[in-house]
């Protein structure tokens, strides 16, 4: 079916006088008839009858309007949002982990917006519990872009630095070790200690401050969300190794710089390799790269 034929069928059905429409349209008088002709007899039924000097839409004609003027609509809206889209404007699907919603996410997608005031652009927030979460959800065409921590293992995906994060040592207020200021990590290992489930990217990242050590801390659960942890942390379910987030000082807990192992955690941008991104998306990503703090 001819798209032309359909924007002449709306214009004709509006006007209802053949002159008149094909003067707006642009063409000749017997290019629009031919053109309906052609229209009526690929559906099989009459769209017009004359009525007088004029001609009417028949019953069926007036179905048919309704139908074509909604999906016209619809195909000229997704032609606009593309438009858009290729002059680099339109929607950003932005996944991060919830730690970094309080500080670096606002910080920089405010500052993208404002370098691009001239700009129509959207962005949607995606709050991750885990990087496992939001690297799969960048895989499933979820999200465009991510802030996560690494995964070694996920050659799929191309992950850039773009901020550090300490990790310290939380503890209740009351506990044995609130008297200090900074912390060996082994002198935690007589402690209950609260850890990051296996799905977590920091997990492993702690494992690995203990073997650094050399011993095997006690575990006495296991969380997905470091808020939650210091939660926990904060009403006596023990002591716990997390990022350093400025939440931490509106909470009833003390915070011990670890000195031994030292670390720092890495954040990444997270894209997914070989796949294409919207003009918008690409500006991004570039602008994050940019004005990356690592």
Known sequence: M????LRYF?????????????EELMITQPSLSHAISLLEKE???LLFEKEGRNIVLTKYGRIFLVDVTNSLEILDSGIKTFKMISNGEGRIDFAFLRT???????????DFLQAHQEKSIQFHFHNGATTADIIQGLKDREYDLAFCSKIEKEQSIEFTPISKEELVLIVPIDHPLAVKETINLIETIPYPQIFFSQKSGLRPIIDDLFKQIGEQPQIAYEVEEDQVIAGLVSKNFGIAVCPNM????????????????SFERNFYLAVMKDRYLAPVVQEFKNFIVEHAKI
Do not use: C, F, W
Not at 2 to 5: E, I, K, Q, T
Not at 255 to 260: D, G, N, P, R, Y
């Open 2 to 5: 001819n798209l032309y034929h």
């Open 10 to 22: 709306v214009t004709l059905a509006h006007l209802e006088h053949y002159t008149k429409a094909a």
């Open 43 to 45: 559906l099989g039924v």
């Open 100 to 110: 970094l919603g309080t500080d670096l996410v606002p910080q920089i997608t405010r």
């Open 246 to 261: 400025s939440i931490l000082n509106s909470m009833d807990l003390k915070i011990l710089k670890i000195v031994s192992p």
